[in-house]
């Protein structure tokens, strides 16, 4: 059992950043892979960046790479996506996830435990 609470979206500006958090509590997540997702009005979710269990490894999707890093405190059980040079079409509902099974994935199927979401608006 574990139970994930992001933080952090809000409005910004295209071109601007946000710093999201993701808050794990009840079971261990530092076993866990964890990873970022996201949904727009309309659009199913997608994958935006993973980390792997250990060692820090990472995946993202090609829409966000290069502006988008993730990464997590152990210590915390605390999992980020900061993002940078912000774009409209990153206006989305951002989900956190943690998976117990594989390594690192971008598989939405494959993660067990998700966060309730929290709004990020791009304004132009």
């Known amino acids: 059992q574990v139970q994930l609470a992001e933080s952090g979206g809000g409005l910004v500006q295209a071109g601007g950043s946000l710093r999201l958090s993701c808050a794990a509590s009840g079971r261990t997540s530092s076993g866990f892979a964890m990873g970022w997702f996201r949904q727009a009005p309309g659009k199913e979710r997608e994958f935006v960046a993973a980390i792997s269990r250990i060692g820090g490894s990472t995946a993202y999707a090609d829409s966000v790479k290069g502006r988008f890093t993730i990464g997590r405190d152990y210590a915390k059980n605390t999992v980020y996506l900061q993002m940078n040079s912000l774009k409209p079409e990153d206006t989305a509902v951002y989900y956190c996830?943690?998976?117990?099974?594989?390594?690192?994935?971008?598989?939405?199927?494959?993660?067990?435990?998700w966060g309730q979401g929290t709004q990020v608006t791009v304004s132009s």
């Open positions: 996830a943690a998976d117990r099974e594989k390594w690192i994935t971008s598989v939405l199927g494959d993660y067990d435990y």
